[in-house]
């Protein structure tokens, strides 16, 4: 057993260079070159903001609801399920101005502004797809849509949550960054409880992981 120690030592060395010295290598003598996709698709982070506009907000049938509108900010994360599907989930604050006459639910004890809070759920369909000279596919049209709840300031004016839905179309395009698209989208809105509906226009812009 001795005798065979300095064979097994020998080959210990020898037999990692034989396999290295296997390895194919460019002719030039250069390693592979690192690539990277065109597009990252993975985790994102998301934010919008814009315009938001209801046609009636909510009030019982016979009181004043008046067309009102006010500034949106949503907050997004969520995962790409591949280059035409994302699913997220969000979180969107509005602050709403209307006229002195709209009384909401509070019966007339109060009147005027309110905001809302909205947690919730959106999917992202990626349906037509647009190649750049490179045969990249940067720019996409979408659609998306989604809901969650909606809690609304003043408590004495608006007392009640409501289920929001929306859906609507938007254009993406996917920057040279990589990690960068930005867009714009419309989305319709409806207020299920409140009977109200509305719509928003959206800039948006997204960072992949």
């Known amino acids: 057993m001795k005798a065979l120690a300095p064979l097994a030592l020998c080959a210990s060395f020898v037999l990692p260079l034989a396999a290295s010295a296997q390895q194919p290598t460019p002719a030039n003598g250069d390693r592979p070159a690192v690539t990277f996709d065109e597009i990252e698709r ?122 929001l839905v929306f859906a609507g179309p938007g254009v993406e395009y996917y920057t040279r960054l990589r990690h960068f698209s930005v867009g714009l989208e419309v989305t319709g809105n409806y207020l299920v409880n409140g009977g109200s509906f509305g719509f928003a226009v959206a800039p948006n812009i997204r960072y992949a992981f």
Do not use: C
């Open 42 to 163: 993975g985790l994102y982070f998301a934010v919008m903001g814009g315009p938001l506009f209801l046609t009636n907000p909510p009030a019982p049938e016979g009181t004043p609801r008046p067309f009102s509108a006010g500034p949106m900010a949503q907050v997004e994360v969520g995962v790409d399920l591949g280059e035409r599907l994302s699913l997220g989930v969000f979180i969107m604050g509005s602050s709403i101005r209307t006229s002195a006459e709209y009384v909401g639910n509070s019966g007339g004890a109060v009147s005027g502004d309110f905001s809302s809070m909205v947690p919730g759920v959106a999917l992202r369909a990626r349906l037509v797809g647009l190649a750049d000279s490179q045969e990249t596919k940067r720019t996409w049209f979408y659609l998306r849509a989604g809901g969650g709840l909606a809690m609304f300031s003043p408590k004495r004016l608006l007392p009640d949550s409501d289920i």
